[in-house]
């Protein structure tokens, strides 16, 4: 059983384009994140959801926001893509400080 | 501002070598480490998380070692296999986040 799952695996779009990431864990953590790893394989936390709230937000662009519709569920929305959003996006869940992360997604604006 | 380094970016053994991953970082206020294995395209493995109140931990042919105080970490992979080829990644849980390091790629040919 997959613990932590994105859908989808790849997305290629045009900039400007709104799209949507989806995570989900079947672990039961309460703490779900969001990561991306740039083109020099840099990876850097984004957000960080605790029971659905909102706790670390690394001054990422407004463009990009989440939502966690419950404790299993982190998704990700971003409007109006650009050339710079191209990278790999990780989802994470944890409960006691170890992290457990999906498969990622690799989105490509063209 | 924790910074996570790695060293080196990059290593090529030959198969059945001892090998000596290190990962170092600036606040030695940390909570834990987490090790981490990426293969190609693909997401993160867990190999190992060793407390901020642990020396070392061990898994298999792997063992991870943390030196709080002088802000050190290494992963010993003993008699390397072409199967270890990925990228090593390190990351310190700080507060409430993980900092990755920059990674090493290891390459181990037959």
């Known amino acids: 059983d997959t613990a932590v799952s994105q859908t989808p695996k790849y997305l290629v779009t045009q900039m400007g384009n709104d799209k949507s990431i989806k995570c989900e864990q079947n672990l039961g953590h309460d703490t779900m994140y969001w990561y991306k790893q740039d083109s020099k394989k840099f990876l850097k936390i984004m957000f960080s959801y605790n029971n659905k709230e909102l706790i670390i937000n690394e001054t990422v662009p407004n463009r990009f926001s989440p939502k966690s519709p419950d404790k299993a569920h982190l998704n990700l929305h971003i409007n109006s893509l650009e050339l710079g959003d191209s990278a790999v996006y990780f989802c994470a869940s944890s409960q006691i400080k170890a992290q457990y992360f999906g498969p990622g997604t690799r989105l490509l604006v063209l | 501002k924790q910074e996570v380094t790695q060293i080196p970016a990059a290593l090529s053994v030959p198969e059945g070598e001892n090998l000596v991953l290190n990962c170092s970082f600036t606040d030695s206020a940390i909570y834990n480490l987490q090790w981490f294995r990426q293969d190609p395209g693909k997401g993160l493995t867990s190999l190992l998380l060793i407390q901020s109140s642990q020396r070392e931990q061990t898994s298999g042919r792997l063992n991870a070692s943390l030196d709080k105080s002088s802000g050190r970490s290494t992963l010993y992979i003993a008699a390397s296999q072409p199967g270890d080829s990925a990228t090593y990644l390190c990351?310190?849980?700080?507060?409430?986040?993980?900092?990755f390091g920059t990674g090493t790629r290891l390459q181990v040919f037959p």
């Open positions: 990351a310190v849980y700080d507060t409430d986040k993980l900092i």
